[in-house]
């Protein structure tokens, strides 16, 4: 054991594999240490992005640490299997005992570290479970004294991610509350929302999983007349939609590369790219984002987008592969020279 | 008389200048002269900063600076070209840094502020919630073009008499075709003198002995009376005589303007204009006088149209002829320091390689501006020695002492408000 003040924090740098727990037929937990002693310093909700090289070539993709920074000799990742993902089928099938990657971290402000209250409603679906299993595994192992509502939507019971583990917290934590939606107990609804929440005023809200499925929290907290300023969402790292929830839009996030940052992040065809760089920790050069002012021109290398700008960039431009990040929503893969 | 004279000298100097002969040494080396020339004639009067050629498309843009002044000029969304003054209206900061380019809105470097091609102010991030984005447009800049070249006036009033020549002068170019044309090249030349001296040197033929490529295609009697021809330039005169009473037919012909206005110091917007043959083959500014495009201007049915020739009060010349045009614009960068641009304009289809050769389309006139900048380097070193003093103009440069008049009477109506 070494002690948290014996060992530098852990920024980047090459990761061990030591331990591959099953938690669903399709979901695994990755237990990652640092090679050398040090301890992983992250706020409960951040990520790190894994730099992998399969068949290769380099590829990124971020993930949730799922563990709590109040175990921080080791960083965990939780992973769904994803017909045809490359990074989730590698991950299961290489990441074993032993295995080397590298990585870079902790990023990300999507954590109540950043928003503290004395109530909490958490709210998730699918591997959108993840973020908020480190918080409240951080709020277990510190006794924390916070409220929490804790509502995971699944597919059916057995893709219920924790369960086992959220069922002790449950049991023993005397502030923190477990519900389950999905399958034939019906999926999450205002009904079932005041149900689990009639104080949801009092919440801070935070909202994780498929972008169908948070665009359905949100109407849902604006209808009830919730203040939107106290709703914190993240939605990057989730390979698809999830049948419990409401509007998940089929067909998922498109990959889009950007080679001088070196990074990977997902994106879905609603979402313009800075968004979504910026939700996965990139920030790139921006100011209007609104197509007009053009401080985000960059070159497309790669796939095509939709973008409607405001005069931003001229249509020679365009037929030069320019884009504009703020406007462009992608139609497929892509790789961006940013 | 030295360069030192007290700014309060300036009035008496102008009040005292001497029809017919050169100016004193103030006017041209002094830095209160640069000022008071930039303020008098640069910021009051219609200056040509481009041809529309050089815009080709909406967002493209050149910026003009003169003296302390600094000028965006942009196709707009409309294709309509627009000029803006180069200052961010937040704290100020010049907002385009660099001489040409292309730009979706006009953005500034410094906050972002970002402006329409139009002026209108788009975006300004993070400022209170009173802010009213209609105030903050850019300033705007007179502009004109007059058939595909660009005129800017950097005064609140510009002069009232600019409709009146452009159209006067439109009728003469437009044959050309120059806002269909396209920028062959463009060379700029610092020269190493004041910028009177520049426009002097252009307004007379009296050194043309100097210019050997010239010589060859310009009839080299420019502004000699008949009299006054002397006896080694009779032989050019008589073909001058000869070529210009048949081309005379041909303008006629063609319904071509070609006589000569010269209005150049008897209105505010002082010009010259005329279309003349040229000697040899006629066509073009080349060595044997043939055409150096192949492709015309426009859908001329003879190459052979001389040069029509244009001068304007204060900073620019040119010449159209059937195969190009070429554009030359003067911009004063200090007392001692002057910026010549020449732009070469072709059909817009003319195909460098196969329509023209870009060195045989340049050669005399980069040539003669070499040439020019060395007379004018050699003027201001003469000037500046505390020798020097005024000469008396010959009848053949009485276009310089026009301009010179021109411009002492500008300077009069400024010290006299």
Redesign the interface.
Known sequence: MITESSAPAWSDGPLVCRQVHDLTPDVRTFLLAPTEPRLFRHDPGQFLTLTLDIDGSPVERCYTISSPPTRPQLAAITVKRTPGGLVSNWLHDHLTPGTMLRARGPLGLFSLARHPAQKYLLLSAGSGVTPMMSMTRTLYDLAHPADVVFVHSARSPDDIIFRRELDLIAATAPGIRVAHVGGDSGRLNPATLRQFAPDLHQREVFSCGPAGFMDAVRSMLADEGFDLARLHEESFSFDQPLAGAATARAGGAFKVEFTRSRRTVECDADTPVLAAASRAGLSLPASCAQGMCGTCKTTLLAGSVEMRHNGGIRPREIERNKILLCCAKPLEDLVIEA | MNARTPAADLGGLVARRTAGQSLEAPFYVGEDFFGLDVEAVFARHWLFVAAEAELP???DYVTVNVGPYSVIVVRD?DEAVQAFHNVCRHRGARILNEERG????I?CGYH?W?Y??DGKL??A?SQAPGFDPSCFGLRSVHVRSVAGLVFICLAEEPPADFDEVAARIARYIEPHNLRQAKVATQIDLVENGNWKLTMENNRECYHCGGHPELQCSLFPIYGYAEEDIPPVLRPAYERYLKADDEARGTYESLGLPYEAIEELDTRTTGFRIQREPLDLAGESFTEDGTAACRRLLADFPTGRLGRLSLHMQPNAWFHFMADHAITFSVIPLAADRTLVRTTWLVHPDAVEGVDYDLDTLTRVWTATNDQDAVFVARAQQGVTSPAYLPGPYSPTEYQVEAFVNWYVTRLRAHLEQ
């Open positions: 498309e909406p967002g969304d292309s730009v979706g809105n953005v972002r970002t329409g091609v788009l975006h991030e």
